[in-house]
């Protein structure tokens, strides 16, 4: 008998966890080596290179998001994980390869395409087999190992490049990630779709009128988590920009900046085992405007100081202030959905999110340039901060309360 539950769907939950964690893996390549990289072997400025590399993969990351949603109405769960897959297959071998700059962009708007389709589908199927009782757990889970291997996957290639000073071995692991990826899903992974028939006739949901409007403005739960989701990434993607050159600037070697651009996507990771439990028991809403708050606050807190105990301690607290807000967007989400429309509403808070590189890439580029590092870091902290409260005044709570606040049943 179809069932569904955690423990009922236990082994599969655990392959789509592993599937997950190759998903992470491949954009943790890049992430901490991009500026020496481009510099070294291509001769072109760091900032340039960081800038470009985010605008292509936020911008197909974003797009691959939205099409998977609608995918969902033509292609079973499993295939769609399948071409994401696909696309990530050529990007370590062109890494490795390239002849030019614009082959790393192109090796990014693939690694987008995976990224947008592979992650989206294998949330969608854990919400499919876990049910609504431990949804923040699963995506506790879902986050933990895709984050930590982003934090994991970046301190090797950091690793990988100050022992050997060969690129090839620092991207030669991305071939092993897709490959097991594509096998594992080839192979074990089975559709989860039989079981959205299932919660349907137990889901009180009703179907949203206009899914566009109302998951990116109209709905007070939706459309909030929508601008807390834009601006959570607007502020990674200005800190995935700056972040390598701010630790340049204090005169960190290439080792202590990969190890410290690893440690907030691994406080991350691991913070959402605890954060997603926490969203099954305490209001979400509350959860979420003090991780943005949290996230404010340390970036506010990386001006200063130049010791490499201090900013390990600070991207710890940032990456817990996002471990509160991320598996809890999903779960939000899920919660103000119905199952047959989840995907696609799904898709449209992850396609506004993940615009949220683009921006904080474009914000990067003008505020470092004109006002420079400092400014910047209190821009960023300014509008997370103000994100917190937005989101915190318009969204109601369906759980315990940490303090006095509106409930969804008032």
Known sequence: MIQQGLKENLSQFWLLILVNAFVGAMVGLERSVIPQFAS???NINAGFAVFSFIIAFGLSKSIANLVMGYLTLK????????LGWLFALPVPIILIYAPSWNWII???????LNQGLAWSSTVVM??????EKNRGLAMGLNEFSGYLAVGLAGALTGYTLSTFSNWTYVFFPGILFAVMGLLVTLFFVKNTEKLVDLENVTNNVNPLKNIWKETTFKHRNLGAVTLSGFTNNLND?????ILPILLLTKNFSITEISILAGIYPTAWGIGQLFTGK??????KKQLISLGMMLQALAIFLLIFNQSFIYHAVILVVLGLGTALVYPNFITVIAENSNPKQRPQILSIFRFWRDMGYVAGAVLAGLTYTYLGLNYTLITVAGITLLAGIYS??????????????VSCFE
Not at 237 to 241: C, E
Not at 278 to 283: H, Q
Not at 392 to 405: A, D, H, Q, S, Y
């Open 40 to 42: 070294q072997v291509f």
């Open 75 to 82: 292609l079973s769960r499993k295939s769609i994980l399948m």
């Open 106 to 112: 192109f090796a990014n708007v693939l690694l987008g």
């Open 126 to 131: 854990k919400i499919d087999l876990v049910g």
């Open 237 to 241: 993607g200005v800190l995935w920009s």
């Open 278 to 283: 926490m969203g099954d028991v305490f209001c």
């Open 392 to 405: 915190e005044f318009r969204m109601c709570c369906t759980k315990k309360v940490l303090w006095k606040t």
